[in-house]
């Protein structure tokens, strides 16, 4: 009995020390490296529900891969500057606007990789049509085959792709794949997927596995995210396309009518190695193969293209936010016309200032993204910037449904264009490996144009006297999703 008394007493008391000693670890520790946004809501996560979102915080309060993961990213960073140190494939004669040079500098001090001229490129905005387009380009190939995708589905659109690289390891073409662990693990028919790559002869690795069962913890919510292929040097695709149906073969999206609107590009010239040597950095993160003997050197073509390209890698091996920099320098030097495509625009403070400043000091900006969203709690967050957006003057155009806009690319003054597998949101920013690249060229910037041209005629312009007109609920589930997304 008297246990059992003393025992009703101290408890309250030793969880009031525990809670006490909570909050006061936490404010010493989440607020460390962290944005303040971020940082307050972990804090307030902790200080309401103090042991779920101490628990939480454990989970996925790192937004870091682990260390030795860096260590290989720094690795070949080195390698990369090594192998490029003194080129310059850049055509002196061309009149690049001046802030140029010093974006350029930013993507090789945080990236590594160099711009380089000589390119050629070309848009594909079909999306079965450009399945069969990298099909064919796998048929042709005769050494190597290196393809990247956050989600890899064998299903009937994808079936042609199967087939090509089937027959490329038939001809003694050597064929590795890579593919996000997370991202295709989700898709119906994965145990096939992999069964088939092994019956094929295909050389494959998930990306980022979780491995608890092994001991291995990392962050389970970081993701690769970067869409890529590569044939024989020669030839690289990069853009926002999965190589998976068009409905990603959920039935939920099947009986919505969802259908994803993608872009990829085709590149040709030195800025393939720069895509090349990207896939080499993710093959040894996960196999510990480093295939040096595939780094192919940087030449200038003959005859030479017109553009020039800068690979720009990003994620949670990276010390800084490359694709968040870049942006936001482009925004910052924009002097006539933004032109922004996002599926999941949910941007942190240093971007919507960049955004709204633009628009306020007279630079037109239009902002497309999708009248529906695939994920609840993104697609209200980012509502939740439009009444900002449309107050600064920023046109929103709605792209309409059963599509989901997920075209990622920016235009910058017809000038300078950045297309590639990142959104403008903070977990593309924190917490995905992405591969963007940075093209410049007027010839390409006018491609894009058309694209958008065609997605405005199609669209709904957003408007701010019809936007302060929603319901309240709307606004409250808006409000409440955008706190969320600072849990990063």
């Known amino acids: 009995m008297g246990e059992h008394w003393v025992l009703t007493l101290l408890l309250p008391g030793l969880l009031l020390a525990a809670d006490v000693v909570i909050r006061c670890v936490a404010v010493a ?130 079936e042609p792709f199967f087939e090509a690289m089937a027959d490329a390891v038939r001809r003694g073409v050597v064929v590795r794949v890579l593919f996000d662990h997370i991202g295709s693990l989700r898709m119906p028919g994965y145990r096939r997927t992999v069964r088939h790559l092994d019956d094929i002869g295909v050389l494959w690795h998930p990306m980022l596995p979780v491995q608890l069962h092994r001991g291995r913890y990392q962050r389970p919510d970081l993701r690769n995210h970067r869409k890529l292929l590569v044939v024989d040097g020669d030839v690289a695709w990069v853009g926002s396309q999965n190589m998976v149906d068009r409905s990603y073969n959920h039935r939920g999206n099947r ?23 990207l896939f080499l950095t993710d093959w040894y993160s996960e196999t510990d193969e480093l295939l040096t003997q595939e780094i192919e050197p940087v030449t200038a073509p003959d005859p030479p293209g017109a553009l020039e390209c800068q690979v720009v890698p990003s994620g949670p091996g990276f010390e ?58 993104v697609h209200h967050a980012q509502r939740s910037y439009y009444e900002a957006l449309l107050r600064a003057g920023v046109r929103i155009f709605r792209y309409p449904a059963p599509h989901v806009l997920h075209d990622k690319h920016l ?61 309240r609920r709307a606004v409250l589930f808006d409000n409440l999703a955008r706190l969320t997304s600072a849990l990063q």
């Open 411 to 471: 235009i910058i003054d017809d000038e300078v264009s950045v297309i590639g597998s990142s959104n403008m949101d903070m977990r593309s920013f924190l917490l995905d490996l992405e591969v963007s690249v940075m093209v410049c060229g007027r010839a390409f910037a006018d491609d894009l144009r058309r694209i958008d041209d065609a997605y405005r005629a199609c669209s709904k312009e957003l408007f701010l006297k019809e936007w302060l007109q929603r319901p």
């Open 29 to 158: 520790t989440v607020p460390v490296n962290r944005r303040p946004s971020s940082a307050m809501a972990w804090l307030l996560a902790i200080f309401f529900i103090p042991y779920l979102g101490v628990l939480l915080y454990l989970l996925i309060g790192s937004t870091k891969l682990p260390r030795r993961r860096r260590h290989k990213q720094l690795e070949i960073n080195r390698l990369i500057l090594d192998a490029t140190r003194g080129i310059d494939l850049v055509a002196d004669d061309q009149p690049w606007p001046p802030w140029l040079a010093t974006v350029v500098r930013l993507n090789r001090n945080l990236g590594s990789m160099p711009l380089v001229g000589g390119n050629e490129a070309s848009i594909v905005d079909d999306y079965d049509a450009a399945i069969r387009a990298m099909a064919d380009e796998v048929r042709s190939a005769r050494r190597y085959v290196h393809a990247e995708f956050y989600i890899l589905a064998r299903d009937a659109t994808t």
């Open 320 to 377: 800084g936010e490359n694709n968040l920099r870049l942006f936001n320098a482009l925004l910052y030097s924009a002097q006539e016309r933004i032109s922004i495509v996002s599926p999941y625009f949910v941007p942190d403070e240093s971007m919507m200032f960049a955004i709204t400043t633009a628009a306020q000091r007279g630079v037109e900006v239009h902002l497309f993204v999708s009248e529906i969203g695939d994920q609840f709690l």
């Open 255 to 277: 009986r919505r009518g969802l259908q994803w609107q993608d872009l990829l590009v085709r590149l040709e010239g030195p800025v393939v190695s720069g895509v090349d040597a």
